[in-house]
Every structure is written in C-alpha cells, then in structure tokens.
C-alpha cells in the first residue's frame, strides 16, 4: 500500500487536532505513528495522552525558542539547526513506523525554521508505505503539489477573537 500525504492547513481551530486523531486511529488499527511538533513545548494535553499510546512515539522537544521575530542572529541560526535536525532524524527514523505527523512545519517553513526545498526532498524520498500528515497555516502551491490530500480549516468564529484565551483540554 503506498502512503499518501496530507496537509490540514488553514486559519481555522482543528488542524492540529484532527492530525493526532490520524495518528490516534493509527495506533488503534495496531499501527506506529510518530509525531513531531514544531514551536510546541512537549507539554499540550493531546501529546501528553498520545504518549500513553503503545504505537505511538512522540519526539521530545529539548530546546524551546522563542518567536523568530524575537531572537537574535545567533539564536535564529540555532533554531534552525535544531528544528532542521528534528526533521531529519524524524525522517531518518520514519520507515520503522506507519505514520509521520510533522505538526506546524508550515510554520517552519514559511519561519525558515525548516528549508522548504528541503522538506519536499524529503517528501519525495520517504518510504513508499509511509502516511505523512502536515500541519499548519498558508503552504506553498509546491507543498500543496507533493500532497494527496488537502483539507483547509476554515475560522467562521472563534472566541479568542472575543478574547476568550486558549483553554486547557479544548485548544491545548
């Protein structure tokens, strides 16, 4: 069976969601997924219980950056690298699993956080079997071409724009 890629992108709550739900449904179907987040801390409510998971491995985030607009020369140079190398070792390790969720890459690569040439070389060598699933807001129409599927998550209304924040259990 050859492994599609998908992207849920979009301004709209659920694109992160509906990603751990894949690998979720993965796991129950007796699979392995790994996920990796980028710019998240390890510590969101759905990886916590995705680790509890037999089938499910989540890459643990050993350093935290702040924003890219906020960080000096210096540190923009090691977020790259670091966030770069998780890419490659999530990569490298993939063909040991079903399912790879690259969750916010979009935002690593519209960042420069993630080349995006690379990831698409990367895109186009993984192994036959492997589902990727990609997350996050405007993907380029290159990404857009590598992917099988591509579903947009739409904001009618959201109650952050009420200045309600992000609540545990529900947005983390």
């Not at 916590?48 to 989540?58: H, I, R, Y």
């Not at 540190?75 to 070792?89: F, I, P, Q, T």
């Not at 698409?120 to 099988?148: C, F, Y």
Request: glycine share 10%.
């Amino acid at each position: 069976m050859n492994g599609l890629i998908h992207i849920y992108c979009g301004d709209g709550k659920g694109k992160t969601t509906a990603a751990m739900g894949l690998a979720l449904r993965c796991a129950g179907a007796g699979k392995r997924a790994l996920v990796l987040q980028f710019f998240k801390d390890g510590n969101s409510s759905e990886v916590k219980a995705l680790g509890t998971f037999p089938g499910v491995d989540v890459v643990e985030q050993k350093r935290r950056f702040g924003f890219s607009w906020t960080l000096s020369q210096e540190e923009l140079r090691e977020a790259k690298a670091y966030y770069s190398g998780l890419l490659e070792d999530a990569m490298a390790r993939s063909g040991a699993y079903d399912l790879l969720v690259l969750d916010e890459v979009m935002s690593a690569c519209t960042t420069g956080m993630v080349r995006e040439e690379r990831l698409l070389e990367l895109l186009r060598g993984k192994p036959a079997a492997l589902e990727v699933v990609m997350t996050g807001r405007n993907p380029s129409q290159a990404l857009i071409d590598q992917a099988d599927y591509v579903t947009e998550m739409r904001k009618v209304k959201h109650p952050f724009d009420q200045g309600v924040p992000a609540r545990l259990g529900v947005e983390f």
